[in-house]
């Protein structure tokens, strides 16, 4: 398996995230009237996206380890930096909005998360089956 099947694999996550940014910037009404600020929306899709990207970076890397240990120790090194890179995002934004933050929003960012690491599992386990000694 080359490196050139991994690159190929991020297009869902890809994808998605030009569908879901799209998505924000086109309904930015709708989720007024639903108290959702869109705009927490828009910079948790991307700090997701760029959470993933470095997760499937790592991946990448290890790919073509003969260990498989190292492999699912970089899949999970690769979700927890996703969690702490998350983390950080929401310490950093209730840092500056203070009591005003958008709960909606929040909450919308959570389900985003859920969607992204669910995504990058499928993506991981099909590339996992290509791989012999995974």
């Known amino acids: 398996m080359s490196n050139n099947s991994v690159s190929r694999s991020f297009r869902p996550l890809l994808l998605l995230f030009i569908i879901t940014t799209a998505l924000f910037i086109t309904s930015r009404a709708r989720f007024a009237r639903w108290d959702v600020d869109a705009d927490v929306l828009i910079i948790g899709n991307l700090v997701l996206f760029a959470a993933a990207a470095i997760s499937f970076y790592l991946f990448s890397r290890s790919w073509n380890s003969k260990n498989p240990q190292a492999i699912l120790r970089t899949v999970y090194g690769g979700m927890f930096s996703k969690m702490m890179i998350c983390l950080i995002a929401v310490i950093i934004y209730l840092s500056i ?27 991981l386990m099909k590339l996992s089956k290509q791989k012999k000694n995974v």
């Open 97 to 123: 909005v203070g009591k005003g933050f958008n709960k909606a929003g929040i909450i919308g960012c959570m389900f985003l998360y859920v969607v992204y690491t669910t995504l990058e599992v499928v993506i």
